[in-house]
């Protein structure tokens, strides 16, 4: 149990290293609600049923929705920074 | 093994803020800075609620076919993270809002761009 | 530059925070092994071990949300109100989109498959709201599945969509109706969002006073609002 926790949360450490390092902002978004997804999964873990359902159905459900409709209305790329 | 287990929710927890809060601070464009919020928000929910958790602890259900003698974990945070989950999403989608009108108006998300046009 | 110099400043904060989880390591403090050990779940033990007495629910996240800590769900619907009407006034204001083609609609098969699984998904949110004291679950919970059916619905069948000016009147209509639940518990009994209603026998559908109305009222108010949210950001349809 203990070792399925480690791998638990070391998945979610990757993806948002990952949300982070993707150029593409819908990568970014995915990478995002896969946080979400392993979030509510270590809730269930915690014994905690009520957070896991809200973080499941919110953090991984709507927020990636107005994440998408927002990059919609907008650009889907990162730009590629300017020197500092 | 029981250091692991004692402190293996918190470093996690901590983790996922330090990386939120780089991607807040060095990352220019505006959807990628919201994602960031994002990432501190679900990070510090995790924390509050492995603060409240018991070890061999039960979920704050009282049920018919409940366990008897395992104590319950701590509802409080359980009842503050509802209310913190539901808040940042509306925060997202308000920081959101905004980066649409400003794509709008300067026609990049940039911003180290829209400080320059400011001049 | 600024990325070197934030790492530094992350750095410095995650060597602060592992020394925080070491803890002191002297004094009477220092046998103490993992962080907040000891001190914590005081007060939990108080709800956990009267909830079931004092508010007949078997739910006691559900209890500690609406009776203990009522009045800091009406601060959260406060606040989630005011996202959703900044939300509105910033995008509707100013020019219209300019921006090239229309999205195409769905197809047939999606648009029908939309068509009938959005009143499946109400009538699933429907009921985690409505059980929320007895089974894991809740407003909040239930409002956002309902808010997920309205994604569905701005995704594959725009065209049915609920009208707008319907889903603001439910919408404040039940906010409203979460305040004069709480003054009718005023003058009722003295204090704001007192427990009226009797507590019943437990696990019954009619039972823990006030916490199933208040909750269906939650539910209905997060679920339009975070729909009307969705709706704001998907762009105009008029």
């Known amino acids: 149990m203990i070792v399925f926790q480690i791998v638990l949360l070391a998945v979610m450490l990757v993806a948002a290293i990952s949300a982070a390092v993707f150029k593409d902002l819908m990568n970014a978004v995915i990478a995002c609600a896969l946080v979400s ?14 957070v896991a359902m809200a973080e499941a159905s919110i953090g991984a459900g709507l927020t990636t929705g107005i994440f998408i409709f927002a990059i919609r209305r907008t ?8 020197s500092p | 093994m029981s250091f692991v287990a004692d402190y293996l929710h918190y470093t996690g927890c901590f983790g996922l803020v330090l990386i939120g809060l780089y991607i807040v601070l060095v990352k ?48 409080v945070p359980q009842a503050l993270v ?8 509306s925060v997202a989608a308000l920081a959101l809002s905004v980066a ?4 709008e108006h300067y026609g990049t998300l940039d911003l180290s761009r829209v400080r320059e046009l400011k001049w | 530059m600024k990325q070197a110099l934030s790492l530094a400043v992350l750095l410095l904060l995650a060597v602060g925070l592992a020394s925080a989880l070491r803890g002191p390591s002297v004094g009477a403090e220092a046998n103490r092994t993992a962080l907040f050990d000891d001190q914590k779940v005081n007060f939990g033990r108080r709800y956990t ?14 209890s500690v949300v609406v009776t203990y800590r009522g009045l800091d769900t009406l601060g959260e619907v406060a606040v989630l109100f005011i996202a959703a009407t900044g939300l509105a006034t910033l995008l509707h204001t100013g020019r219209q989109r300019v921006s090239g083609t229309a999205p195409e609609g769905a197809s047939l098969i999606v648009f029908t498959g939309c068509r009938f699984i959005f009143p499946l998904i109400l009538l699933f949110g429907a009921y985690i709201f409505v059980h929320g004291h007895l089974t894991p679950g809740g407003g909040f919970q239930g409002g956002a599945i309902v808010a997920s059916g309205f994604l569905l619905v701005y995704l594959g069948c725009r065209d049915r969509e609920p009208s707008r000016r319907r889903l603001n009147a439910l919408e404040s209509l039940s906010g409203l109706a979460f305040v004069v639940i709480g003054l009718i518990g005023l003058a009722a009994g003295g204090s704001f969002l007192l427990d009226f209603l009797p507590k019943g026998s437990l696990y019954a559908l009619f039972s823990a006073g006030i916490i199933p109305l208040v909750y269906v009222f939650i539910g ?19």
């Not at chain 3, 209905?220 to 008029?238: H, M, N, Q, T, Y």
């Open chain 2, 28 to 75: 220019s464009n505006l959807i990628k800075i919201v994602i960031g919020i994002n990432l501190i928000d679900t990070g510090v929910n995790l924390f509050l609620v492995s603060v409240g958790y018991i070890q061999m602890g039960t979920a704050p259900i009282f049920s018919e076919a409940q366990a008897a003698g395992r104590e319950m974990v701590d509802p």
């Open chain 3, 49 to 62: 071990s009267r909830a079931r007495e004092e508010t007949g629910a078997p739910n006691v996240v559900a």
């Open chain 3, 220 to 238: 209905f108010k997060v679920g339009s609002e975070l729909g009307g949210i969705l709706g704001d950001l998907s762009g105009a349809r008029r």
């Open chain 2, 82 to 89: 509802l209310t913190a989950i539901v808040i940042g999403v």
């Open chain 1, 75 to 82: 650009a889907r790329r990162e730009e590629d920074e300017t």
């Open chain 1, 37 to 50: 997804l392993v979030a509510a999964i270590i809730f269930y873990f915690l014994q905690a049923p009520d």
């Open chain 2, 100 to 103: 649409v009108r400003l794509y």
